[in-house]
């Protein structure tokens, strides 16, 4: 199966390694997040605007909060029900701007299945791990 570019950097690990590498000329094209995106664009105009968006996929749920296994589901319960909860309070909208959110709604795993869809395509073309 032929290959898609001549050379594939791993191990970039965050979205701002993924910047600056696109901005270095270390690689010429990478990932990034709408959300990303969006801080960069509000919180770094000038970073964001040397970017080109050259594709976009479909919209999927943002990253997910986890906790570990540890954690009794009553907790988790509890801290869900408190993410949600954040957007009635009086502090979160001085808040929510700088971050580029509304709130936050619970979320289940199938909420993620394209996500994975997506990782096995990639699997199926020759790239296995993530950029």
């Known amino acids: 199966m032929p290959?898609?570019?001549?050379?594939?950097?791993g191990n970039l690990?965050?979205?701002?390694?993924v910047v600056d590498a696109v901005l270095n000329g270390s690689i010429d094209v990478g990932p990034l997040d709408a959300?990303?995106?969006?801080?960069l664009s509000l919180h770094r105009p000038e970073i964001a605007s040397q970017l080109?968006?050259?594709?976009?996929?479909?919209?999927?749920?943002?990253?997910?909060?986890i906790?570990?296994?540890?954690?009794?589901?009553?907790e988790?319960?509890?801290?869900?029900?408190?993410f949600v909860n954040c957007a009635n309070k009086t502090w979160f909208p001085s808040i929510a701007a700088a971050i580029?959110?509304?709130?936050?709604?619970?979320?289940t795993r199938t909420d993620y299945d394209a996500a994975l869809e997506w990782?096995?395509?990639?699997?199926?073309?020759?790239?296995p791990t993530p950029a």
């Open 52 to 65: 080109r968006i050259v594709e976009s996929t479909d919209l999927i749920a943002a990253p997910a909060f």
């Open 13 to 17: 690990i965050t979205a701002r390694h």
């Open 67 to 74: 906790a570990s296994q540890q954690m009794a589901p009553a």
């Open 3 to 9: 290959v898609l570019y001549r050379e594939v950097v």
């Open 100 to 107: 580029c959110l509304s709130g936050f709604e619970p979320r």
């Open 76 to 82: 988790i319960d509890c801290l869900r029900q408190a």
């Open 119 to 127: 990782q096995a395509e990639a699997t199926a073309r020759g790239y």
């Open 35 to 39: 959300y990303w995106h969006s801080i």
